[in-house]
């Protein structure tokens, strides 16, 4: 998993004046991923949010062949950082979708 990838994109967004809902999810999303050291309370904090507000990008995630569904508490540092890359993955793609047919992210 190289979330550098995605780099790009927090940059680009971190320039506007203001962000979509979706575009504030996807900054605070990439905030808690790459938070030194980790917060994994907030990492949980973000996922359960994102779930909330995007559905379709949970049950996206739920849906991928590695995901194993564990109670929130039970994630290692690692499965909330794959979780919350996924995520990012889920919106940019969304956005990108959004951004063809006239839309923001």
């Known amino acids: 998993m190289d979330h550098k990838i995605l780099e790009p994109i927090v940059e680009c967004l971190k320039q ?4 979509s809902p979706m575009e504030s999810d996807f900054v605070e999303t990439w905030n808690a991923l790459v938070s030194q050291p980790f917060d994994a309370d907030a ?5 359960i949010s994102n ?3 995007h559905p379709d990008i949970y049950k996206a995630i739920m849906a991928m062949p590695a995901y194993v569904k564990r109670p929130i508490t039970e994630l290692t540092e690692d499965d909330l950082k794959y ?8 919106m940019a793609l969304k956005g990108a979708l959004g951004s063809m047919n006239g839309r923001r992210l």
Do not use: F, S, T, W
């Open 16 to 19: 506007e004046n203001q962000l």
């Open 83 to 90: 979780n919350l890359y996924n995520q990012l993955v889920q």
């Open 43 to 47: 990492a949980r904090q973000r996922i």
């Open 51 to 53: 779930n909330v507000k």
